[in-house]
């Protein structure tokens, strides 16, 4: 089904009906990610969306960091952000945004509230607000603070500006219903010190206001017409409301919610992969084992299978988990449709070639893809030293067997047809050879004996190659919850997720491979040379996915 032909999704219809009825002239979106870590799978639904609703409609679509929290933000977040939207394809309108570039305009609008009596500094601590706060069930209580007056507010939070309290000591609080049905609502804090540097305003400020101040604020400073976000923002809809209401905002803004990508086999908590991270069970945020976009786009994961992906799974307002399988669905059918393809033996076994001249080269054509004929061919070495794989050859075995058996023949993709005519090992037993006979005339036909191979099987030069590492990734999770219940997740790590190939061999042309560029590994799956290790001479390609979903077989189901 084309996008042309498939159903709006309800946030189309909702932006179809504003236009209509003159409720707003322009599209202005945003994604509005906080710096305290990567980007990960999740985070490509609503940047597919919220881009993808803006270009839809002729608006823009702003990305501005989130950034209220310096204990947690980094620059290194900032740039990876950046850096991964638009390695999605999307560009945002008029430069990246910071709600720290709002913190004069934030803090005057604080001031607002308190001379509107809507705001006072509050000294309970951490411990005692908690217990003042209530429950679900049970109505907070007021805090012996909230009645200062005016003038008392505006000085004590004045002190908190300038460093004159210590951390914890004081907050500002919103004061709006302590016995409010939403807790969100009970004297939300708005404004908290910290004292420790900005990543963008340096140590300008010594408070700092929460997110759920800052974010509504900072879209209506930006003119966003429509604020997406997703379901576990539902409850704090109405606080982001009646700040708006309460607040001399330029804009009005509305939020509108629709469900987050729960996907199995997945953890996508920032605070959980960042433990991983710290605690080395993966190597950095971009470890292609990582569902962070950074780890996805080293694999070799294209940004057209993450839009498609994201398309496939739609947007609905319903809680759901999407299969893991789909994902890899849309990664193996865009590498299908547009990966060169190239041949690499993973686990080489020595093949001599008896008949063929000792020191001649024959220069082979092969297709670089079975159906794009705008991918070049490429030039593969024949000589008489060919590697193939060890679990190419068997000296016995039955009908069902499609490979080289010894006395039995089998064509050399793309090459000729052999014959297996005497077995080398050494003194452990092992095979460490085989020697062979090549029938020239055999290129693109059979024998002419009628005699017809039993299968097709890859090889490379043993003289024209490149020595390489190769890295077998898996599902980094064996559980397809394995952060569900309280459980915890580093117990479902998946003890095959990675296994290393050394001594590898590739066909000589993907000494050119460039870092990212997917490659089908005809018979074995698709990889990518790694932009991260390997050098020149010895190249490093990682696994992106096989060539069929053996996943749910090797896990009984």
């Excluded at 929290?69 to 740039?79: H, R, T």
Aim: aromatic share 10%.
């Amino acid at each position: 089904m084309t996008s042309e032909s498939k159903p709006a999704h309800f946030l189309q219809n909702i932006i179809r009906e504003d236009l209509a009825e003159g409720r707003v002239s322009q599209v202005v979106t945003r994604f509005p990610p906080e710096p305290n870590g990567y980007l990960h799978i999740g985070h490509a639904k609503s940047i597919c969306l919220n881009f993808g609703l803006a270009g839809e409609f002729g608006g823009r679509c702003n990305l501005r960091f989130d950034d209220t929290n310096p204990a947690k933000e980094e620059e290194e977040y900032v740039a990876a952000i950046q850096r991964d939207v638009s390695w999605l394809g999307f560009e945002w309108a008029d430069g990246a945004k910071y709600t720290s570039d709002y913190f004069d305009q934030l803090y005057e609008w604080a001031l607002y509230l308190i001379r509107e009596g809507k705001a006072y500094v509050c000294h309970l601590n951490p411990e005692q607000a908690r217990e003042y706060r209530g429950t679900l069930t049970e109505p907070g209580r007021n805090s012996p603070y909230r009645e200062r007056s005016v003038e008392e507010n505006l000085a004590l939070f004045e002190q908190m500006k300038n460093g004159e309290m210590q951390e914890g000591e004081c907050s500002l609080r919103a004061k709006i219903d302590m016995a409010a049905p939403n807790i969100n609502l009970r004297d939300p804090v708005i404004y908290r010190i910290k004292k420790m540097a900005h990543h963008q305003t340096g140590d300008k400020w010594c408070v700092y206001p929460s997110y759920d101040f800052a974010h509504g604020q900072s879209d209506a400073i930006e003119g966003i017409s429509h604020s997406i976000c997703t379901l576990e923002f539902e409850d704090h809809k109405p606080l982001y409301d009646w700040f708006i209401d309460n607040l001399p905002v330029p804009t009005r803004p509305r939020q509108y919610e629709f469900a987050r990508l729960n996907l199995n086999y997945t953890v996508v908590s920032k605070r959980k992969l960042k433990q991983l991270v710290d605690e080395k069970h993966v190597d950095g945020w971009d470890d292609p084992r990582m569902p962070t976009l950074s780890g996805l786009r080293r694999r070799g994961v294209t940004p057209a299978a993450i839009r498609s992906f994201c398309e496939m799974i739609g947007v609905t307002r319903s809680d759901s988990v999407v299969d893991v399988g789909m994902l890899e669905y849309c990664i193996r059918d865009d590498l299908d449709k547009n990966a060169p393809r190239a041949m690499c033996v993973m686990d080489p076994l020595k093949v001599t070639l008896t008949n063929y001249p000792e020191g001649q080269k024959e220069m082979l054509s092969a297709p670089g893809h079975p159906v794009r004929e705008d991918l070049p061919a490429r030039e593969l070495p024949f000589t008489r030293t060919l590697y193939i794989e060890k679990e190419d050859f068997r000296e016995e075995a039955n009908k069902k067997y499609k490979r080289l058996v010894l006395g039995k023949k089998v064509r050399l993709r793309n090459a000729y047809v052999i014959q297996a005519d005497e077995v080398i090992k050494d003194e452990a037993g092992e095979i460490v050879e085989l020697l062979c006979s090549v029938d020239l005339d055999t290129r693109g036909k059979d024998p002419a004996d009628g005699v017809k191979p039993k299968g097709v099987i890859h090889w490379v030069s043993a003289d024209h190659n490149v020595d390489c590492e190769v890295r077998l990734y898996d599902r980094l999770f064996n559980d397809p919850a394995p952060d569900a219940g309280g459980k915890n997740f580093l117990d479902y790590v998946n003890p095959q997720n990675l296994k290393v190939l050394s001594g590898c061999k590739a066909e000589i042309g993907l000494a050119r491979a460039e870092p990212e560029q997917g490659y089908q590994f005809e018979r074995n799956g698709y990889f990518c040379r790694d932009s991260k290790y390997g050098t020149a001479d010895k190249p490093v390609f990682n696994r992106t996915i096989g060539l069929r979903d053996s996943w749910a077989k090797e896990q009984g189901n």
